[in-house]
């Protein structure tokens, strides 16, 4: 069964830091993977999306992510953090059935960011 | 927001009452789905439709059910709501490869 895990339910960062977020992810062949964030009282919004292809993805807000096999990650980077990227991230594993894309999330990241 | 509708937006409702959210898309999308989104549980998926009267089950799909009788207009009732469903649930449609979100329902069952 597909699973992931966030290990960090929180993390804290000085603006203008980098920023790493750890996403692992349990399914026997090689899932879509995506990252999407969550700003308080909003929707999830996509910020990358794994399928295949180059392991190094580039997203939306100068996001992006690295898919390692071996190791079953797929986290997110940005190298400097600004104030307006303090949200709850979230990775997920998709699997297409009958053509409907379902989404297994994991738990969750909150980001704070320091002054 | 791909066109979707989330209503209501805000519910309290008493244990043991029937309760139906709706989720409204303007776009002729045909994949629809209901998540629920819990502390320390991401969003879990509850069902999902792939065609008018085409639906299936998520993960916690138990005490739920869904409707969709045109293509735009995807139900989900609680039957008899529980206290353990307050819960943040969130409406998506798919494109390709790509999931959309509504701006979620927050219901409160006391």
């Known amino acids: 069964a597909q699973s992931v895990t966030q290990p960090d339910i929180h993390i804290t960062v000085s603006e203008g830091a980098s920023l790493e977020l750890r996403c692992n992810y349990s399914?026997?062949?090689?899932?879509?993977l995506f990252w999407y964030v969550q700003s308080p009282g909003q929707g999830l919004q996509l910020l990358l999306k794994?399928?295949?292809?180059?392991?190094l993805v580039q997203g939306i807000k100068g996001f992006e992510a690295e898919f390692k096999r071996s190791q079953s990650s797929f986290n997110l980077r940005k190298p400097s953090v600004h104030w307006s990227d303090a949200a709850e991230y979230f990775c997920?594993?998709?699997?297409?059935?009958?053509?409907?894309?379902?989404?297994?999330f994991g738990q969750g990241t909150r980001l704070t960011i320091n002054p | 927001d791909a066109g979707i509708t989330q209503s209501p937006r805000h519910k309290v409702t008493e244990t043991g009452t029937p309760v139906t959210l709706r989720c409204h898309q303007t776009?002729?999308?045909?994949?629809m789905y209901w998540y629920r989104q819990d502390p320390g549980h991401g969003l879990r998926l509850i069902h999902y439709?792939?065609?008018?009267?085409?639906?299936d089950k998520g993960e916690v799909s138990d005490g739920y059910s869904v409707s969709r009788s045109k293509t735009e207009d995807f139900l989900l009732t609680l039957e008899s709501a529980t206290s353990s469903q307050t819960s943040v649930y969130f409406c998506?449609?798919?494109?390709?490869?790509?999931?959309?979100f509504g701006q979620g329902t927050r219901l409160t069952v006391v």
């Open positions: 794994y399928f295949s292809g180059d392991t």
């Open positions: 439709s792939y065609g008018v009267k085409d639906t």
């Open positions: 399914y026997g062949a090689t899932p879509y």
């Open positions: 776009e002729n999308h045909r994949y």
């Open positions: 997920a594993s998709g699997i297409i059935i009958q053509g409907a894309q379902k989404l297994v």
């Open positions: 998506a449609i798919s494109v390709d490869t790509e999931a959309f």
